[in-house]
RNA sequence: GCGCCCGUAGCUCAGCUGGAUAGAGCGCUUGCCUCCGGAGCAAGAGGUCAGAGGUUCGAAUCCUCUCGGGCGCACCA
């Protein structure tokens, strides 16, 4: 039982004292330091129930509290009826102790049951490389199933991608024009088609494997062979694109695999089961307004093709047949309009509400100097998210992506991404992190000290170092949260904070400052409880780093800007 | 027209299940340090939380409406 929860059980007790019985207690961590380490408005809360005034009723709940063993020094009631806790020195040096025993764990919680989740991003069609609206999508989609593992869940991570139908078809043909040019022919890229440079290397490509033997052929044989061609060309950029950008999955999932496995058709006949669809002008529907859908939907046309409807429910399906019960998508939100029509279609061959689970996220923009950017080599209309990436380094391109919550528009700021000072949040976290690796060399103690635990920590006795302590052990509930919220800026956030609050602890160390403020003064057990504090500080900062798939260097290393 | 998301400081954005004086970074102002017009440290100014009602002890947060922006509304994927 932790310090908070014994806190807790004792309000509800003194609560219950009062005639309130099965009191929810609330324990909140107050924005003002003013008041307080911890904080609860149950006397506020009560005040309806008990028909006194809240501040009164605060009063005797303090008086009836027996704060042994809670860890808390003082309980004082304020403002209109709040009981404010401050933390006993020893119950704050012990929060420092727990982060340095569990080292590279901190953060990490037990709560999960290790259940399966299945998690699905980026799923671009193999028709391009990714652009830099991507990013934001794989960046997020692998931060989430980090935060999950971390929480305890066992993630299962997939790509699913579109390798038949119109678009597929495009693509061959867009290649085939090219390859129709390289010899010399004239042929036009078809109207929708893909004009990109990347499109004339996979033309120069295929004549290099295939030679000259297909002018002029366009045959579905052709075609086929150009497409196959072109996917397996166009995928294994994007997965190294990816791979570049540290994202990986475990699974792709083809979208042609529902047909030839019978997957589709064994979803219309499952849907027809259910009495839900009809017949109307040829084609068939499904009653997808029963669940809630602004209309219903065609999932046969009438020329007898299924419409992308079908394979979209037959995939979700196909999840949950494969035992995934918590499953999350993560799109653009300008697939939104799917979302009722998926959840329509899978609640109709009974899965429970809500699955699967959606994460949308708004669109980026790229700017610089204030204005939008359309650099583009590769791909023609658009920057690929490799060029954006080569430009500002893969730990800034992630947090860029990452720091923003997923549903609100995202501006890409190349001119702050591209600054290597503290005011870009990524090299201020990572420069906090490599100062305290600093100071380690400096001292010549190792980074990592597994007997840190026995340091003297009481002689952290300033203001500003018990606020630190304090801070770094949120982490884990601040993990916790994220999680839960499917939000890793979150955890930017608070990584930006904790570095700006161990930045200016080591500053104020400064030796034209205070130099008995320092990390390596002269007083060895003084220097020794610091280094621990400083141990803390790394500990905290690289699992953050890791967890969101950054580097936590050793040092800086300033590129020299002309 | 209908649906979803968004509207918080000059700019980019936080604000957990409604809680105490609405926060951060950038930019700006003022000091300090310094080898410079670069970088660092400290402090400060800056808000009708788009607007109007409502719910309640209490609303940026929940409900309704209005205004503004984005996206989606096919027998296209």
């Known amino acids: ?62 008086g009836r509290l027996d704060l042994t063993g809670a860890g808390v020094r003082t309980a004082e009631v304020a403002g209109p009826g709040f009981i404010n806790f401050r933390l006993t020195g020893a119950a704050v040096e012990s929060l420092l102790e727990r982060i340095l025993a569990a080292g590279a764990a901190f953060g990490r919680s037990e709560a999960g049951t290790d259940e399966p989740m299945m998690v699905e991003w980026v799923s671009a069609n193999p028709t391009g490389p990714l652009h830099f609206g991507h990013g934001r999508q794989a960046a997020l989609g692998d931060a989430i199933c980090a935060l999950l593992e971390w929480t305890g869940w066992s993630v299962h991570r997939e790509f699913y991608y579109n390798d038949s139908g119109k678009q597929m078809e495009l693509l061959a043909r867009s290649v085939w024009a090219r390859y129709q040019q390289l010899l010399g022919d004239a042929a036009e890229v078809p109207e929708g088609g893909y004009h990109g440079e990347y499109v004339l290397d996979v033309a120069e490509r295929f004549r290099e494997a295939e030679g000259d033997a297909y002018r002029g052929d366009d045959s579905d044989v052709v075609l086929d062979a150009m497409r196959r061609f072109a996917v397996a060309m166009l995928r294994a950029e994007q997965d190294r694109d990816l791979t570049d950008f540290r994202v990986r999955f475990d699974e792709h999932f083809l979208e042609s695999s529902l047909y030839s496995e019978g997957r589709v058709d064994a979803t219309i006949r499952g849907l027809k089961e259910t009495g839900l669809t009809y017949e109307h002008e040829g084609a068939l529907w499904l009653r997808t307004t029963e669940f809630g859908d602004q209309k219903d939907r065609v999932m046969v046309r009438s020329n007898g093709l299924p419409t992308y409807f079908l394979p979209d429910v037959a995939y979700h399906l196909s999840k949950w047949e494969r035992g995934f019960r918590h499953a999350i998508n993560v799109q653009g939100s300008d697939h939104h309009g799917t979302v009722p029509r998926v959840h329509a279609g899978l609640r109709a061959l009974g899965l429970p509400e809500g699955y699967p689970e959606y994460v949308l996220h708004q669109m980026v923009r790229l700017e610089r100097g204030g204005q939008e950017v359309k650099i583009s080599k590769r791909a023609g209309g658009y920057t690929t998210l490799r060029e954006l990436y080569e430009i500002v380094g893969v730990d800034v391109a992630r947090y860029f992506f990452l720091m923003r919550k997923p549903e609100a528009h995202l501006v890409f ?28 060399r400096k001292a010549g103690a190792p980074a990592e000290q597994p007997g840190d635990g026995a340091a003297p920590l009481a002689r952290l006795d300033t203001e500003a170092e018990r606020e630190l302590i304090k801070q770094l052990a949120r982490f884990p509930e601040v993990v916790q949260r994220a ?39 002269d007083d060895p057990e ?31 290393e300033r590129e020299e800007q002309e």
């Open 1 to 62: 039982m932790s310090a908070t929860d014994r806190l807790r059980s004792k309000l509800a007790e003194a609560a219950e004292a009062l005639g309130a019985s099965g009191a929810e207690v609330q324990l909140e961590r107050p924005r003002n330091a003013e008041h307080g380490d911890w904080a609860t408005n149950l006397a506020l809360t009560l005040a309806g129930r008990l028909k006194k005034p809240p501040r009164s009723i605060a009063e005797e709940l303090v």
């Open 413 to 440: 700021d190349l001119d702050e991404a591209l600054d290597q000072s503290d005011k870009n949040p990524v090299y201020k976290i990572q420069y906090a992190h490599a100062r305290m690796m600093s100071i380690f």
């Open 483 to 521: 999680a839960a919220d499917r939000a890793p800026h979150v955890v930017c956030d608070y990584l930006e904070e904790t570095a700006g609050a161990a930045n200016s602890w080591y500053h104020a160390g400064n030796p034209s400052r205070s130099p008995e403020l320092a990390v390596l003064v």
């Open 526 to 556: 003084l220097r020794e409880a610091r280094l621990a504090l400083a141990r803390g500080v790394r500990i905290v900062l690289r699992n953050g780093l890791r967890l969101l798939g950054l580097s936590a260097p050793d040092r800086m």
